[in-house]
């Protein structure tokens, strides 16, 4: 039992941690990049340069976890909320051809990857399908003809 409570509070460290670390970024959706940023297509592991591979271990954990607590918690949000949200992000990169970033989500589909890979069925089509929708008015707002396929 006592390990229990000590594996249980490390745990609780540990997404202290990144919870701290992730309220930096000032999007959720800004967190869901980065989140996904974080994990391995070749594995579905969670890695942070500079941690140790004991470390590693339970950061693959937290991170896993808090990336399905905020996904979840990014489907819940009404359609207007996410525009708002995505809008935010986008007005906080600088140096930035929006048009061209639109262009870029349009063919290459990005949103996809941010999906927690234990998230199967409604929630992940609800994300796709609202991003989608998001998509559909951000062409409108940043002059964005369809997409070419041929880039």
């Known amino acids: 039992m006592r390990h229990a409570q000590t594996s249980h509070r490390v745990h609780d460290v540990a997404d ?17 990049v980065y989140l996904a940023g974080l994990r391995d297509p070749n594995t579905g592991r969670y890695e942070h340069y500079g941690t140790s591979p004991s470390e590693g271990l339970a950061a693959n954990r937290s991170l896993k976890r808090i990336h399905e607590l905020l996904f979840t918690e990014w489907v819940a949000y009404p359609l207007e909320k996410k525009m708002a949200d995505v809008q935010t992000y986008i007005d906080g990169i600088d140096d930035l051809n929006r048009s061209e970033l639109i262009d870029a989500w349009l063919r290459l589909t990005p949103y996809k990857n941010l999906v927690p890979a234990s998230i199967q069925g409604p929630e992940r089509r ?3 399908s609202d991003f989608e929708a998001i998509l559909g008015l951000l062409k409108n707002v940043y002059g964005v003809a369809s997409p070419d396929p041929t880039a």
């Open 16 to 32: 202290e941690i990144w919870l701290r670390t992730l309220s930096r970024i000032e999007t959720v959706y800004g967190r869901l």
């Open 126 to 128: 609800k994300h796709i």
